[in-house]
């Protein structure tokens, strides 16, 4: 640490995914690292976001978002989450999920804090949680569904409990969390007085007719559930940084003094382009589960078929897979095989564990990708067949 570094980023670097995607630019490879997905954006956002920027509307909107995209988001949350709310004081537009999540622990989480996590989590929540520095405590999913031990979720909860981070569907292991499980989480953060901050930025890519359930429909938990989404991921639109939280209107207007504060508003432009997705019908919606469905189905095949063991995401557009059935003793090893003599990039799975042990055996491939890249990374997974024999 630098005698300028604050405390507060101390021992923060950019993760391996960056580093990854850096080397597999270097070798031409295929990238199922990061979590991009290079689908283009529906036509009719992009046409809204341009008439919007034709039409000069350029300044500052009201650091929650312009009301038109907090009416059709309210709307959205009443009918596809089972939530209603009030689009005037319980939703917050943001500068992404990410936004959304960091006006979220700035404005509630703080040293002396605890916080549970499950690993695998997404490196994102892990390390602006850390900027907040509260005591982050790890409940590990295993198994093929990746559920919790309730035992160890209840021994997780103390009476420093400031909240629980639940990502469902799940980045990195793709895990949805059923009502059940939601409801025994929602319980203790009853009983322990606590927050849920969920993320649930990958709703809509459900597999196996699985149901996406929000943590703030259950008995108690609205007014103690802070609810993140965005249009990232369903609308392909990761560069426009649109985001949003729903939550009880105390909750919101403190993230909104916090959000105002970072970084004043989301481009306002873009809010009034992405209205334009509300309109989009259920036909859009089938089309994208259908293909990522497809994808997922070709590149758990891929790896299959090399002894990558795939563990069948339940959601989102990730795909973890165990090394050990491959001739590999480590994820380490796996990636780097896979990038040097295969030309495609995943990410070994330790980093998303706090204890690292935990998923030194995995790796993470990200299958949101044209079909092109998609087969070239899956003939590049399956000649490790013929490297490690
Ligand atoms: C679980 C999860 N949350 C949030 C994000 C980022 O979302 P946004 O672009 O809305 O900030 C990602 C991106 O990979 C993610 O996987």
New binding site residues.
Partial sequence: MTRFEAERIAGLVQSDIRLMSRRCMELGGVNLGQ?ICDQPTPDVVKAAAKAAIDGDQSIYSKFEGIDELRRRIAGKMASYNGLPCDPDSEVLVAA????A?VAAVLSFIEPGDEVILFSPF?G??YNVLRMARPEIKSVTLRGSDWSFDPAELRAAFSSRTKAVIV?TP??PCGKVFTREELQQIGALCTEFDALAIT?E??EYILYDGREHVSMATLPGMRERTITIS????TYNM?GW???YAVAPAEFTARMGVVADLVYICPPTPLQHGVVAAFDLGPDYYEQMSADYARKRIQTMEACDAVGLTSLAPQG?YYLMVDVRGAGFETDVQAADVLMQQCGVAVIPGHSFYLDPADGRTQLRLCFAKQDHDLDRACDGIRKLASVTT
């Fill in positions: 979590g992404g999920s990410t936004g999540f997404y994102y929540h990502n799940a980045n993320d930025i990958y965005g249009f990232s991921k990761t940084r649109l985001g989102s």
